[in-house]
């Protein structure tokens, strides 16, 4: 199966809200947070592609990315000048996949 970001929409494969018994795929290095909104206790099982899965750095991932994500994005989501972005999307950041 291949999954890529327009299955996170509401008519994709991942859709943002679950329900009792749904299966949520977070594919490969994708960045991700689960929240249960509700008052009720949440079950999550998670199963890894190895033993050794990996560890995604998220600054890594966010300012040393290749290709670089828009620093104009990047300045209005931290509320920064773009030249802070500049300075970070400079700096050398490891490899997220070694």
Avoid at 32 to 37: L, M
Avoid at 62 to 90: M, R
């Amino acid at each position: 199966m291949k999954v890529d970001v327009n299955d996170f929409f509401f008519s994709g494969l991942n859709k943002p809200v679950l329900n009792a018994g749904d299966v949520f795929v977070f594919p490969v290095e994708l960045i991700h947070f689960q929240f249960n909104p509700g008052h009720t206790k949440a079950v999550a099982i998670a199963a890894l592609s190895s033993q050794n899965p990996g560890v995604i750095r998220i600054a890594n991932a966010v300012f040393g990315s290749n290709p670089k994500i828009d620093d104009g994005v990047l300045a209005k989501a931290f509320q920064v000048d773009k030249k802070v972005i500049d300075y970070l999307q400079s700096q050398f950041w490891e490899d997220n996949n070694n």
